[in-house]
């Protein structure tokens, strides 16, 4: 039975680490990870770790260390194919049936890694010897130590058609060809693909030799200046990131994954110290390469050339990326300076200002707005429109439905503020202050309303008398026009998330011009909704209203309006989702149900100011407040 590394790397991804591993030992939560005394050796002071999102543990107690096959060959002492049954059981996948053809592949994939593993020790060989003068003055030109040359096995291809079948004898010219060594022509001659290049060994995660790249030496008319090895059984470079072999271990000590756009961006970052870079091999950022750094980190840092170049690399891998978004998981982009490379940032400034710009990427969304804002003119509306265009049409390739939403939401916000920017207002209060008017004023919470008031206007914010509340605020927001632009924000989203009220706050928002309290407004009364009904009083409607302490009133009542209809959407969003995506819904809802039981706090608090203050004015007053006659209750509203 052939099992290939993807559905055995499918597998793994399927089942959680620490809830296999929680069925035999008891582990406790230490951040992003688990850990627990180990169960392969004594100890009384925990050392082993499990990290869920690496698919690994570890002990650095007696060096244990494993994925979640492992752990069932190891601590449970099953074989390897029962382990891999049971868990496939679990995580409702088929083991595949016994396949003589991928039997045969795996053999041919173990033949021609013995041709790589035997052209890397001979190039290693031919850049020690005196053909290999060259080279080795280029490598010294590029101030790599010797400890990275060995490191990463620079060698050397001579300048010769014919070395390889001479030097790796014992292999078949079928083997060589396949295995990407030598090209066969279609006129029937068949000659060493490299030739004349400082040659570089690209391995598997396994450290395995699968494939070659090769620079070089002297700039040659037609000749690319790199060459990788093409598409063998043995190499997919979609499916392949240089340096992952030596990156990942140095990942998980930094937490972090550089990466850059060629291989030798990454030999330099190691010679500098940094040594959790990797670059992809000669095409853009693949979908599959994404998802295997994802596997080392959740948000890999891309560190491009600053050219244009680079910068439309750095674009190719973001538009990648946003289909397979998923909540944690994102990408992290570093700028280069204009006209230079990691490498050459490196010689101009040192590694510690390279860690300073890695440890400060812009955002996934950042760079789509910059690159997309910055791609063409943007001086009519046309063009304009075309920005937002573009903006959602990145938005609609995100799959996973709650950051498409907030993604569109915070791109259309910087669209709006870009296209849109408020004008400067030409109000006039009594006092003689123009331009930003109540922009410029405080506005202090004060205790206003009784409890019977307070009872009453919560009742307002669902069910039917929502749309009391909606027609009351819109008066309100008419008799204070001076409100308006402080709560036009938050009205913004509500009429983006419910177009039925749509009609009714819109017109309020394209009327946004300061007016005088008491001055006839620019909006219809009877546009939109009708006033509140008389049977429903709000008390910044009333005559004989502290004017402060109506707006305040006013605020709490647009609070109701927009921010609890918010949240309990997004509660049923969540609730929406729990067939499909279990864990993440139960994250999210308990993520809104701590919001929303912050948001009644906060009412709450309010509310015992406000009752404080109206106990103590009716004390005053020589009212009786200990139990409130449903009249009472009525004209508090």
């Known amino acids: 039975m052939a099992l290939s590394p993807q559905w ?21 939560k230490a951040g992003r990870e688990w850990k627990a005394c180990c169960p392969f050796h004594n100890e009384s002071t925990p ?44 995580a409702g996948m088929e083991v595949p049936a016994p396949d003589p053809v991928a039997a045969k592949r795996a053999e041919k994939r173990a033949e021609l890694i013995d041709v790589t593993v035997a052209a890397q020790q001979w190039f290693v060989e031919r850049l020690a010897s005196d053909v290999g003068a060259k080279a080795r003055k280029y490598l010294a030109s590029r101030g790599f130590s010797d400890g990275v040359i060995r490191e990463f096995g620079f060698g050397y291809a001579p300048d010769d058609k014919q070395a390889l079948p001479g030097a790796l004898a014992s292999f078949d010219e079928a083997m060589l060809v396949e295995s990407g060594m030598r090209i066969a ?15 570089l060994p690209i391995q598997d995660a396994r450290g395995r030799v699968i494939a070659f790249g090769g620079r070089i030496l002297d700039k040659r008319d037609g000749v690319a200046k790199y060459l990788n090895s093409p598409d063998t059984p043995l190499f997919d470079k979609g499916s392949t990131l240089y340096n992952l072999y030596r990156a990942s271990p140095a990942s998980r000590k930094t937490g972090r994954v550089v990466v850059v756009e ?22 853009a950022l693949t979908e599959r390469q994404i998802e295997l750094l994802w596997r080392m980190v959740e948000r890999p840092v891309l560190c491009f050339d600053g050219d244009a170049a680079g910068q439309r690399a750095a674009m190719r891998a973001a538009t990648r990326a946003l289909p397979l ?7 992290g982009i570093v700028r280069m300076p204009q006209g230079l490379d990691p490498d050459d940032f490196l010689i101009e400034h040192g590694a510690p200002a390279l860690e300073k710009l890695l440890a400060e990427p812009a955002s996934l969304l950042d760079t789509l707005w910059s690159f997309e804002r910055d791609a063409q003119p943007l001086n009519s509306p046309e063009e304009k429109a075309g920005l937002k265009a573009r903006l959602l049409a990145h938005v609609d390739t995100i799959e996973d439905q709650d950051i498409r939403s907030l993604y569109r939401r915070e791109l259309l916000d910087r669209f709006s503020a870009f296209a849109f920017p408020k004008r400067e207002s030409s109000w006039q209060g009594r006092n003689g202050q123009k331009g930003n008017g109540w922009k410029n004023r405080n506005f202090p919470a004060r ?63 394209d009327s946004l011009e300061p007016l005088e309290a008491g001055e006839e407004t620019p909006i219809s009364a009877t546009t939109g909704r009708s006033a509140p009904p008389d049977n429903i009083r709000f008390a910044f409607l009333r005559e004989g209203t502290d004017p402060q302490a109506a707006r305040d009133i006013l605020a709490e009542a647009v609070s109701l309006l927009v921010e ?52 103590e004015t009716d004390a005053d007053s020589g009212t009786d407040t200990t139990a409130p006659t449903p009249e009472t209750a009525d004209s508090a509203q």
């Open 8 to 28: 055995l790397d499918e597998l793994r991804a399927r089942v959680t680490l620490s809830t296999v591993i929680q069925r035999t030992t008891k582990l406790q």
């Open 47 to 90: 050392s082993f770790t499990v990290n869920d999102q690496k698919a690994f543990y570890h002990c650095f107690g007696c060096g244990a260390h494993g994925d979640v096959i492992r752990w069932m060959t190891d601590q449970r002492g099953m074989g390897f194919m029962d382990a891999v049954k049971e868990l496939a059981a679990e």
């Open 185 to 199: 022509a279609d006129d029937g001659n068949r000659y060493d693909r490299f030739r004349d290049r400082l040659m």
């Open 262 to 283: 060629g291989y030798m961006d990454v030999i330099a970052l190691a010679n500098a110290g940094i040594g959790d870079a990797v670059a992809p091999l000669g095409t």
């Open 325 to 331: 978004l998923r909540p944690g998981h994102s990408l």
């Open 447 to 509: 205790p206003v309303t009784s409890s019977a008031a307070r009872a009453s206007l919560k009742s307002l914010a669902g069910g039917g008398n929502r749309d009391a509340l909606l027609s009351g605020v819109v008066a309100g927001l008419r008799r204070f026009p001076d409100q308006l632009d402080r709560h036009c924000e938050d009205l913004a989203d509500l009429a983006e998330r419910d177009p039925k009220v749509a009609d009714v706050i819109n017109p309020l928002l």
């Open 564 to 615: 609890r209809p918010a949240l309990e959407a997004a509660l049923a969003a969540a609730t929406a989702r729990f067939s499909t995506d279990p864990e993440g819904a139960f994250a999210d809802q308990q993520r809104l149900l701590k919001r929303k039981l912050e948001f009644d706090a906060r009412l709450g608090q309010m509310a015992s100011m406000r009752a404080a203050a109206d106990d």
